[in-house]
Structures are given as structure tokens and as C-alpha cells.
């Protein structure tokens, strides 16, 4: 089974915190949806013995796009790739565009999975963040989602300058109190080149702190754990059934097609990844040329990714596959770079699989470098 994902370039305003790829002008997005359409076709040749499970639709703000849009896009995919009887297909929204008729206009078309980006329920981080969307914003829309969506997750930001350990608990419970089924929750992250970056180093916004965003974290496990969802991936939680299909391909190494200006692909040996620029984009594929590049991923590269994606999930990293795929000697070696960690009680093994305990669960991408193979092709 396979994913295709598409990128849809354009958002309202530009969040603080944002690094991904988008514009702000919507001037060419007539001319982005059929771009995206001629992509579709010209790469269909590439998932030819593929079937396709999952469709997702992230950005930027695919909630930007028009219905009939996003289901033109839905509908091309259908006559160019094999796709399963019950593809999970995701759109990513913002609040602001999930009207009750536009709610009921989307509960009527392909989409069975929304994501909406609520990030906080409270005004302050909202407007510390630059989002496009208020609190009643947030809130009323959930109220209308849930009568019409029974797949929904929501993302939800720790960590925020100001953000009390009272009021994340109060985001928290807000979200349990709608009845959602999937919570993603990252910490504010201050990335290069942003407006969050540039507020810091003038001293208009504090930098966040690792010390409280780790307790926020600690305090979502606990209270999500409690109202019975599966923590199953570091940044995600899910009630049985409702994991999602689209990141949990990313993370057990299926492959996925990416359509768009800046989206990623992965075939098993390769990765390739397309311009981040919209006229780039558009010129190539007028041209009937794939604005991409490519590398093939090396066997330190594989053990590496899989090192990563795997200790972040509750799937954890299988010895014996280790030992399968990149011998016994890389086994043996990971199992050294292991022990403090082990010893420090900040990863366990179960049977033949090294995970994360709760105390390192945290901590996880910096123990996954720690276990990166170096230099060694």
C-alpha cells in the first residue's frame, strides 16, 4: 500500500512560526490546481504497481481550495492510480474556513478525515503566533465538525512564551470535551529564517523554554493516556481505530508519491523532492518536465531513517530487521551506542524491539542521533 500527498501552496497569512513552503497570493491558484493535475498524470507511471491507501491534502491551507477543486484533484487521482475501496483521504483545514455550510459541503465529497489546526483555544497564542483564525473560531467550528466528521484529529501547540501548565491543561481538556479521536501536539519550535526568529532576537516575544515544554509534553501524555488514546507516534495520539494511516506510512517506510511545489517522495531506495518555488513549478510543468531532484539513500542512510522513525513510534526499531537488512555487525553496534541509554532507563527492549520508555520518550530525536551510524559506507 501506498500514500500520495499533495502540497497546496497557499495560506491567508503567514503563521510566526511557520518554515514550509506557501504564498500569501492566491494569483495563481487556478493555475496551481491544474499544474498539480498535469503532475498527477506525468508521474502516474511511477506508482503503476501501486495501490494507493492513503490521499492527503497538506500545505500551506488546502482548506483554501474550493471544494469542486479538491475533488477534481481527488477525482484525477482516481483515473490515473490504483486506488483501495477505503483510501483514507485527509485535508488539512484552518477554523476560519470551516463555515457549517462549508463543513456540510466537505462532509458530502470524498473527504473522511479532516485535520484541522486549531493550535490553541485561547487568544493570546493565537495572536503571539500570527494564526488566521481566533478562539471562537475554534471552538465553533469543532461544534459543527463533529456532527458531520467521525474522523478527526486536531493539532494542538506546547511550549508557547506565556503559556502556563494551567491554561495547556485547559487546551487539553477543551479538546477531550468535542469528543475528537486524534490529537497531534508539537512543541513551538523556533526555525531559521522566520518571523518567530526575528521577533526573539529583537526581544519582542520570549524564547520559548525547553524545561516548561517538557513538562507540557509530560502533561499531554498523562492526560491523554487517561482518557484512553494510544500515544503511538511522539507527536500523536489516537483512540483505537483511528491512528493516521497517512503518517504511520511515513513512519513503517511505505512508499508515497508528493505533488506539488515542495513536496517530498520515497520509493524505498530514493527520495526526491520538488523546487520550493510556485513559478518554478508551474514553468516546469507546463513544459511537461518534473521540476525535482533526487538521491539515492545510502544503506547508512536506511539505517539511519529507519533508527529515527522508528524509536518515535510505539513500533520501535526491530533487532532481528536490523540485523536482516544491515547485518549483524550493525546490530551489535546499535546495541552498544544503546546501553546508556538503557541504563539511564531511557530506552528498554521488548523481546527484540528498542524503544523509547516514557521517561526518554521526550528526549527521543536527540537518543536516535546518538545511535546514527556515521561516515561508515
Not at 477505503?86 to 470551516?98: C, K, Q, R, S, V
Not at 485535520?115 to 490553541?120: A, F, L, P, T, V
Not at 512543541?187 to 526581544?203: C, D, F, H, N
Amino acid at each position: 500500500m501506498s500514500g500520495i500527498y499533495i502540497h497546496i501552496p497557499f495560506c491567508k497569512q503567514a503563521c510566526h512560526y511557520c518554515d514550509f513552503h506557501f504564498s500569501t497570493s492566491m494569483k495563481k491558484k487556478d493555475e496551481m490546481v491544474l499544474a498539480l493535475e498535469k503532475e498527477l498524470q506525468l508521474r502516474a507511471d511511477e506508482f503503476r504497481n501501486e495501490m494507493v491507501e492513503t490521499i492527503y491534502f497538506g500545505g500551506g491551507t488546502p482548506s483554501i481550495l474550493a471544494v469542486d477543486e479538491i475533488v477534481f484533484l481527488i477525482d484525477k487521482i482516481y483515473e490515473n492510480y490504483n486506488v483501495a475501496d477505503t483510501p483514507e483521504i485527509t485535508l488539512e483545514a484552518n477554523p476560519d474556513d470551516l463555515s457549517k455550510d462549508r463543513i456540510i459541503e466537505l462532509s458530502k465529497s470524498p473527504i473522511n478525515r479532516l485535520s484541522i489546526g486549531i493550535q490553541s483555544f485561547f487568544e493570546e497564542d493565537l495572536s503571539l503566533m500570527n494564526r488566521a483564525h481566533n478562539a471562537h473560531d475554534a471552538r465553533i467550528c469543532l461544534v459543527e465538525v463533529v456532527k458531520h466528521f467521525d474522523n478527526i484529529s486536531i493539532d494542538l501547540i506546547y511550549g508557547i512564551p506565556g503559556l502556563s501548565n494551567e491554561r495547556w491543561i485547559q487546551n487539553i481538556e477543551t479538546a477531550l470535551s468535542f469528543g475528537i479521536p486524534h490529537i497531534s501536539s508539537y512543541a513551538l519550535t523556533v526555525e531559521p529564517k522566520t518571523a518567530l526568529r526575528k521577533l526573539i532576537q529583537s526581544g519582542n516575544i520570549a524564547a520559548p523554554n525547553d524545561d516548561v515544554a517538557r513538562e507540557q509534553f509530560l502533561l499531554l501524555v498523562d492526560k491523554l493516556e487517561q482518557s484512553e488514546f494510544i500515544h503511538y507516534e511522539l507527536s500523536n495520539f489516537g483512540k483505537n481505530n483511528y491512528f493516521s494511516k497517512n503518517n504511520s506510512s511515513y513512519w513503517l517506510g511505505k512508499k508515497y508519491l508528493g505533488i506539488g511545489p515542495s513536496a517530498h517522495s520515497y520509493n524505498g531506495i530514493s527520495r526526491s523532492w520538488n523546487v520550493s518555488n510556485n513559478s518554478l513549478y508551474l514553468k516546469s510543468i507546463q513544459e511537461n518536465k518534473l521540476p525535482s531532484e533526487a538521491e539515492v539513500l545510502s544503506p547508512t542512510d536506511r539505517y539511519n531513517e529507519y533508527i529515527m522513525t522508528g524509536l518515535r513510534t510505539i513500533w520501535g526499531v526491530d533487532l532481528d530487521r536490523i540485523e536482516r537488512e544491515f547485518g549483524a555487525e550493525r546490530r551489535n553496534y546499535l546495541l552498544r551506542q544503546a546501553a546508556r541509554f538503557i541504563d539511564d532507563g531511557l530506552l528498554g527492549i521488548d523481546g527484540c524491539i528498542l524503544k523509547t520508555t516514557t521517561k526518554g520518550k521526550f528526549l527521543t530525536d536527540g537518543i536516535a542521533s546518538d545511535l546514527f551510524l556515521i561516515n561508515l559506507e
